[in-house]
């Protein structure tokens, strides 16, 4: 007897959904790159409970026959490809022929459709792989996907879904990601009946960019564009003092598909160089545009992976865009990538030239009554008879001291003075508030309004009173008496982007925010101090437990001794 038989055509169906159809959002990935692909100019995505119940992707694209309704929901069955030599010069985001089959197997379908010019259209039901009925329906242009009940015949797969939240924040990143790409084209995201997302299209980039990452961000971002051998680049990339501590907002796509490559991420990375610190990632969104037979899309079913045909290349050309773009070379221009134009007159961008140390204004001596907190007691300084002597660029406070020249980083001194003050008011009765005379609004993104919502008691524990203002506006009412020359705006901010990081709870979590709390709070490099304000940081530092180190593990302090001085100087072989 055989031992090796052929599967039956429904079993053959759900493996290969389940390399396709990963959770929601993956069937939401697939009924929105359909869509663009039938050239709509506008998508309207609805969900409900993480679209594990229900989710419809609704659009005015170009629309299917009767005869297509039926032909969409077979295997290898697409309209993108006609030979195998098509699959060295995709030119669309769809084309295996398996996103619909392979979400019909798994779920409850139903997808209506009319094409352009036509009086009727049509309305097909799918059940776990299975046709149920089709019939002539009234209906506008377009087509509208429903999928109901993901992995209802898989009960073993639907247990490994996460919960609702976990799924709306996947559905909300990857509708984010997409959106971005396509800024001509009008999408809109509603859960339930709430509307997260009503993005109507633009020609200027950086207003989506601004809905989708933060105004801060989009206005701060440099716009760089390029022309090499191999890729046309269009970029827009962050000052590393927006780094994060992961690599989530890393966005790539190559022509218009976003991807995750670990050659492009680390080009980027190697660009960006020693201008970040060690753990760091910075915040950029690139486009490549290349010929299509230079890259293979048909890597995984996924479609998510990608190669080229000549990565090295690739690879320095990137590396060497965001080098110059950083260094404020001068560009060599070509045009952008479709919809992707510039537009800077809209909102303001600082030359690359404000990222230097004049750019941070002087503050007036004696501005800063409350950087040190009161129970600390300055003590002897790191050796008896130190004395300061100076400030160098206004970012380093210079002692001279019996061991030679000490050189103390003013904002990581004072950060970890208000790390430990901080902790301290926290372990002890309590953080002293300090009242806002006019309350201060801050815009979120949803997905960060969604984090800071959920947070409130949280942050008041730290004394960060908030109320939610509506839509995607919150109000600052309190800020901790510590931090009270901070900006509220950027410290809550702050403090969001850390709590949306995720992967830390409790005590951990706790520990993560003080640090960005300390971090956006103390004196920046560039902020002159007088001679009284620069002993007593120093004293300051030297009644911490760790004086050495601020919270994020940078050095505070580093020696130049008088024999290293006097090699120097030639005055000893």
């Given amino acids: 007897?055989?031992?090796?038989?052929?599967?039956?055509e429904e079993v053959a169906s759900r493996i290969a959904a389940g390399e396709v159809i990963e959770r929601p959002a993956s069937v939401l990935r697939e009924l929105i790159d359909n869509s663009i692909d039938a050239q709509a100019s506008r998508i309207i995505v609805r969900y409900h409970q993480g679209g594990k119940a229900w989710m419809s992707v609704s659009d005015d694209g170009i629309g299917m026959t009767r005869d297509d309704l039926l032909l969409s929901v077979e295997r290898h069955a697409t309209s993108k490809i006609r030979s195998a030599s098509d699959l060295f010069s995709i030119n669309t985001l769809g084309f295996r022929g398996e996103a619909l089959p392979s979400i019909a197997a798994v779920s409850?379908?139903?997808?209506?459709?009319?094409?352009?010019?036509?009086?009727?259209?049509?309305?097909l039901s799918v059940q776990g792989g299975k046709m149920l009925s089709i019939e002539e329906v009234g209906a506008p242009e377009g087509t509208t996907v429903e999928v109901r009940d993901i992995f209802f015949n898989l009960p073993a797969r639907r247990k490994f879904l996460s919960g609702p939240r976990a799924e709306t924040a996947r559905i909300i990143e990857l509708f984010a990601r997409v959106a971005l790409a396509y800024p001509t084209i009008w999408f809109q995201l509603l859960e339930g009946g709430r509307e997260r997302f009503n993005l109507p299209p633009t020609e200027d980039f950086r207003t989506r960019l601004a809905i989708l990452m933060g105004r801060g961000v989009a206005e701060n971002m440099i716009e760089w564009v390029a022309e090499g051998p191999e890729v046309k680049i269009a970029a827009w990339l962050c000052p590393s003092e927006f780094s994060r501590s992961r690599g989530d907002r890393i966005l790539t796509y190559v022509n218009r598909r976003n991807i995750k490559d670990r050659l492009l991420t680390r080009a980027i990375m190697d660009g960006y160089g020693q201008r970040l610190m060690k753990g760091?990632?910075?915040?950029?969104?690139l486009f490549l545009?290349?010929?299509?037979?230079?890259?293979d899309v048909n890597v995984h079913p996924a479609k998510q992976e990608v190669r080229f045909s000549k990565p090295s290349q690739v690879y320095k050309e990137v590396l060497e865009a965001i080098d110059q773009a950083l260094s404020g070379s001068t560009p060599s221009l070509g045009a952008p990538p479709e919809g992707l134009a510039p537009r800077s007159s809209s909102v303001s961008e600082p030359s690359p030239q404000s990222w230097t140390l004049d750019h941070f204004p002087s503050r007036p001596h004696g501005k800063y009554p409350s950087l040190y907190p009161a129970h600390?007691?300055?003590?002897?300084?790191?050796?008896?008879?130190?004395r300061v002597v100076g400030q160098l660029a206004?970012?380093?406070?210079?002692?001279?001291?019996?061991?030679?020249?000490?050189?103390?980083?003013?904002?990581?001194?004072?950060?970890?003075?208000?790390?430990?003050?901080?902790?301290?008011?926290?372990?002890?009765?309590?953080?002293?508030?300090?009242?806002?005379?006019?309350?201060?609004?801050?815009e979120l993104t949803p997905k960060e309004?969604?984090?800071?919502?959920?947070?409130?008691?949280?942050?008041?524990?730290l004394g960060l009173e908030v109320q939610h203002f509506g839509g995607q506006s919150f109000l600052i009412h309190s800020v901790p008496s510590l931090l009270g020359d901070a900006d509220p705006r950027g410290l809550l901010e702050k403090v969001v982007a850390t709590m949306e990081e995720g992967g830390a709870r409790g005590g951990e979590l706790m520990e993560r925010v003080i640090e960005a709390m300390a971090c956006h709070s103390a004196i920046r490099a560039g902020q002159e101090l007088g001679s009284e304000e620069m002993a007593e940081l120093v004293s300051c530092l030297n009644a911490q437990e760790i004086p050495t180190n601020c919270p994020h593990g940078r050095p505070t302090v580093k020696y130049i001794d008088y024999r290293e001085?006097?090699?120097?100087?030639?005055?000893?072989a």
């Fill in 376 to 386: 600390v007691k300055p003590r002897d300084l790191f050796e008896p008879e130190v």
């Fill in 289 to 295: 545009e290349m010929a299509p037979e230079a890259v």
């Fill in 280 to 285: 760091s990632f910075p915040q950029v969104v």
């Fill in 108 to 123: 409850r379908l139903e997808i209506t459709s009319k094409p352009r010019g036509e009086v009727v259209g049509h309305r």
């Fill in 449 to 461: 309004g969604r984090v800071l919502e959920s947070n409130l008691e949280f942050l008041r524990k």
């Fill in 394 to 442: 206004k970012t380093y406070i210079l002692c001279e001291s019996p061991r030679g020249l000490m050189i103390v980083d003013q904002h990581a001194a004072h950060e970890r003075v208000l790390y430990e003050a901080l902790k301290a008011g926290l372990e002890g009765s309590g953080l002293q508030v300090q009242k806002l005379l006019i309350p201060q609004e801050v």
């Fill in 1 to 8: 007897m055989n031992r090796i038989k052929i599967l039956p």
């Fill in 565 to 572: 001085l006097e090699k120097m100087f030639k005055r000893v």
